[in-house]
């Protein structure tokens, strides 16, 4: 059963003894309304009876005073008579609803008619002259012209009325004491079986929230939790909920364990896989380091015996010219010393500043994860403008434009380091620009409601030119070391590139680029907007 229906059953218990008891307080006051309408009938039947007896005793002195002085004219009046039988109609009214006032009622107007027809006959006999006739019959005990008759009949009327207006009055008491004694059981019984049924309620409800109250206490200390109650209400399945909850945290504090484990065990071998990592980024260091010490002396002699050479082939071109040789002979010596042997000699010279250039390319390339960087916040303006100041006489020389936007936001960097990022994509840009058409490079950032491609944290921006472009196929090779697409058109070793997206990643952003091959490149850069918040 659920609570809703408990609740409701512990209202209506006690509300249905008290409709009971108001059904017998409602009778009670209809009995008490009834014997109080039927004690004010009764005295208004009273009343009604004095209203009867005035005018005929008021009547009865006026004939006997108009006879006793010689008038006929008060005798008899027609108007009295009339107000005396409305007024025995409606006595008779009054207590037509009880047969023996009834009777009596009927009896008075009779008794009124008779008194009638004698005042009429005096009134004739007056206008006749029989007055002493009239003057005896009043002398006279007995007659109609007596109002005993009447009077006793009224009496005997009016104390009936009476016994039974004490009679319903003394109802109209038994009636109220009960009213009132019922009104007392009332409120008595309301109180004792709403308190009985709430007792009986909070006593399996209580004992059941505390029970549910306990569990939810041990599953708060991650305690084992009681035995679930029973019923099939809300509490019931509260206390389901809190035991599966309770079978939910274990298995969750289970997996947990498990998870706990199997991250240590990953964080070991992470470290581990670090430790590796840095011993093999210090071994590589030391390779790169040592292959580039190593390799710099062969080069070097390389690079002094190709002069050595050199300079002995021209002594012995000046020795072949003071052989007397024919100068058949001599033209074939020139031709082998100037032709094939001094261009092998530039072959190697060339070799040699290209492998001292790549040594020199992967030594910058190993230092940049080393370099401290000291970020600040950035005016990306001033450092624009002046790369572009440094290669004013290059753009020059290029026939090139270039644009910076007046309002580039700043950004949270290394100062050096940004510059070196952003001086290399200028440069690019100004290297590989397209010798058919002038040269137009912008500089500028793209707005925060148009950057989807990056965080709300980054700011973007960009290097854009109308050079040579980058084929599809290349695009994915632009950042890796030692790549290179339009070789002939700057120098270089390929790994510019691949350096400033170490930089740029070590700031915490990132690039990419955007490009038509024939129409030109969009290099782009995402830098912090703004120092990282503290934990």
């Avoid at 470290?271 to 292959?291: G, W």
């Avoid at 082998?336 to 030594?363: C, K, P, W, Y």
């Avoid at 950057?451 to 040579?468: C, E, H, K, M, Q």
Wanted: with cysteine.
């Amino acid at each position: 059963m659920r609570l809703l229906t408990k609740g409701l059953l512990i209202v209506a218990i006690p509300s249905l003894f008290e409709v009971l008891l108001l059904g017998a307080l409602f009778k009670s006051q209809a009995d008490a309304e009834d014997a109080e309408r039927w004690a004010a009938h009764s005295a208004q039947v009273v009343n009604q009876a004095a209203e009867v007896r005035q005018p005929m005793l008021l009547e009865s002195a006026r004939i006997r005073n108009a006879i006793l002085l010689d008038q006929s004219e008060p005798i008899s009046r027609p108007e009295l008579w009339a107000d005396l039988e409305v007024k025995a109609g409606e006595l008779a009214r009054l207590v037509s609803d009880n047969p023996q006032q009834s009777a009596a009622a009927r009896g008075l107007h009779n008794t009124i008619a008779r008194y009638r027809q004698w005042a009429d006959s005096a009134r004739a006999r007056m206008q006749n002259g029989q007055r002493d006739a009239l003057i005896r019959e009043l002398r006279d005990e007995e007659g109609p012209h007596r109002l005993s008759d009447f009077l006793n009949r009224l009496d005997g009327f009016v104390e009936q009325e009476r016994r039974l207006g004490q009679q319903r009055t003394a109802q109209l008491q038994a009636a109220r004491q009960s009213q009132t004694w019922l009104l007392i059981a009332a409120v008595l019984g309301s109180i004792v079986t709403a308190g009985l049924a709430s007792l009986a309620f909070t006593r399996n409800i209580g004992n059941r929230i505390a029970v549910l109250i306990a569990n939810a206490q041990r599953l708060a200390d991650g305690q084992p939790l009681a035995a679930r109650v029973g019923g099939d209400d809300e509490i019931c399945q509260l206390d389901d909920a809190l035991h599966r909850s309770s079978e939910r945290l274990n298995e969750a504090s289970r997996q947990a364990e498990g998870y706990r484990a199997e991250v240590e065990q990953r964080a070991r071998e992470l470290a581990d896989v670090n430790a590796d990592l840095r011993q093999q980024t210090q071994d590589n260091e030391m390779f790169i380091y040592s292959v580039s010490h190593d390799l710099r002396s062969p080069l070097v002699n390389l690079q002094g015996f190709s002069k050595e050479i050199t300079h002995a082939t021209r002594d012995l071109l000046d020795a072949v010219e003071q052989l007397a040789l024919p100068e058949q002979d001599k033209m074939r010596l020139r031709t082998l010393v100037e032709e094939d042997i001094h261009t092998s000699l530039r072959f190697i010279q060339n070799a040699v500043t290209r492998s001292a250039g790549i040594i020199d390319a992967m030594l910058r390339l190993s230092r940049a994860g080393r370099v401290e960087y000291q970020p600040v916040m950035l005016d990306m303006h001033a450092i624009v403008q002046r790369i572009v100041a440094a290669m004013s006489s290059t753009i020059r020389a290029k026939g090139a434009l270039v644009d910076i936007a007046a309002d580039l936001p700043p950004a949270f960097g290394d100062p050096t380091s940004v510059e070196q990022v952003l001086g290399n994509l200028v440069g690019n840009a100004v290297n590989y620009l397209d010798p058919a058409r002038p040269g137009h490079i912008t500089v500028g950032h793209v707005r925060q409601a148009d950057n989807i491609a990056t965080a709300p944290s980054l700011v973007t921006y960009f290097v854009r030119d109308n050079g040579l472009g980058i084929a599809p196929a290349y695009l994915d090779k632009m950042f890796i070391a030692f790549q290179r697409l339009h070789g002939n058109a700057a120098p270089g070793e390929g790994i510019g590139l691949a350096l400033v997206k170490r930089v740029v990643e070590r700031h915490g952003g990132r690039i990419w680029v955007e490009s038509l091959e024939g129409q030109g490149s969009c290099f782009f850069v995402a830098l912090p907007a703004r120092p990282p918040v503290a934990p």
